[in-house]
């Protein structure tokens, strides 16, 4: 079906979950084995933890859900279940014998989903799918915080019938959609409050995320914006209030993958200092500004000058320019950075994030946090200082609907590459910020690693800064985009966090990664639906159409924050 | 009659060694996964276990050898020993293995010795009655 999707998604759930199963017990291995066939799910087996990490990282999107002991010899049960969790997001379940109540504590203070004692009946194993349905379902409300689909609610349906084959994917909910363009108004009306609306949500598979990422490489991170991806995707029953909160998560994902990235690398020291925790939603922009004064590296590129993006109100227009000059200052030095280093390094040094410089701004909008984790956070971009920047690593993207309302930031169409991602997050609040900007991040995919990097810090700001931006800075975007294609990505990768991505997978994520996630077709290893394999897959290009459309559609900004793109 | 008889035998046997402790109910789950793809499934688990863990006996024969004993060792080993035990419901050796790892906790080496020399037996005499009943089962 979708590429990078091994087992048939189409199979009722939860048949057909594809489990990867960690355990150095030879004897075990075979009975888990056995028993999970049993239940009808596709099984692979490993004995070493590293190798586990192999394969996941390997297919990205390859594994629903993973089992492990906690005793490995090669290395902590813990360990693994951390990095799966960070690298993938997948749900993990932890195995022990021992079943001391500390040990039972620290699996789930590590993240694990379940903690199961040896011997393990088959009845346990039976409902192990509930972990993963579980974590798409709350994807997908992070994610839909207004769609009114009926997405969640088919799927709680299907629970029900459990066995009967529920439908995951979306695709095969169509007949059930029924709030097709209709929807588009009334949506934007209806969301006005995603928190408060628990609509079914569109739960967006992996197919979905592909047609939707395909659809926002076809238009071009310039000009996306919801209602063509929406148009292009043909899925009639996805309303463009779908589309664009899909694409602010997107950019959030993409955002809190630099963060992460970058937090990580930054533990060495870089991305703290560089971003407040606060300041990251509206400084973002500003504060890269503000590096990139100091930098000017890539300041040429980007047409920096006076203002690039005719925002409306001269907010706007600081934000422009400041956008662009964090982002091409974060570009540039990302780049380098990023070529020269692993993921691990913290790029930001160029791109402080200088929350302040988009003080003015304020958005009072939502602030489309990218980081996933934190549940619809929603700075506005004044505020940001409340966000947490350590929340997850989310990448403050705050957009703020109010602030750049301000200005038209018609962030359109800028090929902001980086700050697509990023400016997603932070754009739906301002729906101005076009696809355009979304675009530009979209394209840079193998600077994306760079972006990753350099962007933990600055992609915050960059991100909002250039959605704000409006269109004007298209050039701006452009120019940077053909100067340094992954600085831009960078850019918006950064605000996103993504960099932080980068940190984690040094192996992976940065070239491969990147690439991969930048690239529409890849969007699947993203996990979008199914689990968030590596962050770098969310930088799909797509995901930066996103954004910009997101910035059209300020209505459309619900706070994605946690860029979970989440079927 | 001959193969009733062994039927009866078999299943007496098996009654016998879950009312003796030697097995738990983990068997049984093996032998409930027994299908046409793996109609010997649980034999095979069986030989599988005692063909590995003989490696965990002699780690710990070379261990016990040291002097002093590292019961941080002898623990993991244990640890891992009494895992594997738990997927055919060896119930016995899993007790002794529990019991092995309270004296290294107590680093009573004393204890440790005279409960790895049990466990041996345990070990032993499982096999035994296994193989038996698994020639029975044929």
């Given at each position: 079906m979708d590429s990078g999707f091994s087992s048939p998604r189409r199979d009722a759930f939860p048949a057909g979950l594809r489990v990867l199963v960690v355990d150095d017990d030879p004897t075990w291995i075979r009975i888990l084995e056995k028993m999970l066939k049993k239940c009808s799910y596709e099984v692979t087996t490993c004995g070493l933890a590293r190798e586990a990490l192999n394969l996941l990282r390997e297919r990205k999107?390859?594994?629903?859900i993973v089992i492990s002991d906690v005793n490995m010899p090669d290395m902590d049960g813990f360990k693994l279940l951390e990095h799966v969790g960070l690298e993938m997001d997948l749900p993990v379940i932890m195995m022990s014998v021992d079943g001391e109540t500390s040990r039972v504590m620290k699996g789930v203070q590590h993240g694990a989903c379940d903690y199961l004692l040896k011997p393990i009946r088959m009845k346990e194993l039976r409902n192990i799918w509930q972990h993963v349905f579980r974590k798409r379902i709350h994807e997908a409300r992070e994610f839909e915080?207004?769609?009114?689909?009926?997405g969640i609610h088919l799927m709680r349906n299907g629970s029900d019938q459990s066995?009967?084959?529920?439908?995951?994917?979306?695709e095969d909910m169509p007949s059930m959609?029924?709030?097709?363009?209709?929807?588009n108004n009334h949506d934007d009306k209806e969301f006005g409050d995603p928190s408060s609306t628990k609509k079914?949500?569109?739960?967006?598979s992996v197919d979905l995320h592909q047609k939707f990422v395909k659809a926002v490489n076809q238009i071009g991170f310039d000009k996306v914006g919801p209602k063509r991806i929406l148009d292009l995707m043909?899925?009639?029953?996805?309303t463009r209030e779908n589309v664009a909160s899909h694409l602010q998560k997107y950019r959030l994902y993409l955002s809190r993958l630099l963060k992460e990235n970058d937090q990580r690398s930054s533990s060495s020291g870089t991305k703290p200092s560089d971003l407040p925790p606060r300041d990251t939603a509206g400084d973002f922009g500003f504060q890269n500004l503000t590096n990139k004064q100091q930098n000017d590296v890539a300041v040429d590129s980007f047409?920096?000058?006076?203002?690039?993006?005719?925002?409306?109100?001269s907010e706007t227009k600081i934000r422009n320019g400041d956008l662009k000059a964090i982002v091409s200052d974060s570009i540039a030095e990302k780049r380098r950075a990023l070529s020269g280093s692993?993921?691990?390094?913290?790029?930001?040094p160029q791109i402080s994030l200088n929350h302040s410089s988009f003080?003015?701004?304020?958005?009072?909008?939502?602030?489309?946090?990218?980081?996933?984790?934190?549940?619809?956070?929603?700075?506005t971009w004044s505020e940001?200082?409340?966000?947490?920047?350590k929340k997850e690593h989310k990448?403050?993207?705050?957009?703020?609907d109010s602030s750049f309302s301000h200005s038209p930031?018609?962030?359109?169409?800028?090929?902001?590459?980086?700050?697509?991602?990023h400016s997603v997050a932070s754009v739906c609040s301002n729906p101005?910020?076009?696809e355009s900007e979304v675009a530009a991040s979209v394209e840079t995919k193998p600077m994306y690693a760079d972006y990753k990097r350099e962007y933990a810090s600055s992609v915050s700001s960059i991100g909002s800064v250039v959605d704000t931006i409006?269109?004007?800075s298209k050039s701006l975007m452009e120019n940077a985009q053909l100067s340094e294609p992954s600085s831009a990505k960078n850019l918006a990768m950064k605000t996103q966090g993504f960099n932080y991505d980068l940190e984690f997978y040094p192996e992976n994520l940065l070239d491969e990664d990147l690439h991969f996630y930048w690239l529409q077709g890849e969007y699947y290893n993203m996990n979008w639906?199914?689990?968030?394999?590596?962050?770098?897959?969310?930088?799909d290009p797509g995901l930066v159409a996103e954004l910009s459309s997101h910035l059209h559609d300020s209505a459309d900004c619900t706070l994605v924050d946690q860029g979970l793109f989440i079927a | 009659m001959d193969r009733n008889q062994s039927h009866r035998q078999l299943a007496a046997m098996k009654q016998s060694l879950f009312d003796q402790g030697y097995l738990d109910e983990q068997f049984i789950q093996l032998e409930e996964l027994?299908?046409?793809?793996?109609?010997h499934f649980a034999e095979e688990i069986v030989t599988l276990y005692f063909r590995d863990s003989s490696r965990f006996i002699s780690n710990l024969d070379q261990a016990m050898e040291?002097?002093?004993?590292?019961f941080g060792k002898l623990d993991s080993i244990m640890h891992q020993f009494k895992g594997s035990s738990s997927s055919i419901g060896a119930q016995k050796v899993k007790a002794e293995c529990t019991l092995f790892r309270e004296y290294c906790a107590a680093e009573n080496a004393e204890g440790c010795m005279r409960s790895f020399q049990q466990l041996k037996k345990e070990y032993a005499v499982l096999r035994k009655k296994l193989e038996t009943y698994f020639q029975l089962a044929k």
């Open positions: 999107d390859g594994y629903d915080g207004h769609e009114g689909f009926e066995e009967d084959g529920m439908l995951f994917s979306l959609k029924k709030r097709k363009d209709l929807d079914a949500r569109v739960v967006w043909n899925v009639p029953w996805l047409n920096y000058s006076d203002v690039p993006l005719q925002s409306h109100s692993i993921p691990g390094t913290k790029v930001s003080g003015p701004l304020k958005p009072e909008g939502r602030h489309a946090v990218f980081d996933c984790t934190i549940p619809s956070t929603q700075f940001t200082p409340e966000m947490p920047l990448s403050f993207l705050q957009l703020e930031l018609h962030v359109t169409q800028r090929k902001i590459q980086g700050l697509k991602s101005t910020i076009t409006p269109t004007q639906g199914f689990e968030n394999i590596g962050m770098p897959e969310y930088y | 027994q299908d046409d793809a793996n109609p040291r002097n002093p004993l590292d």
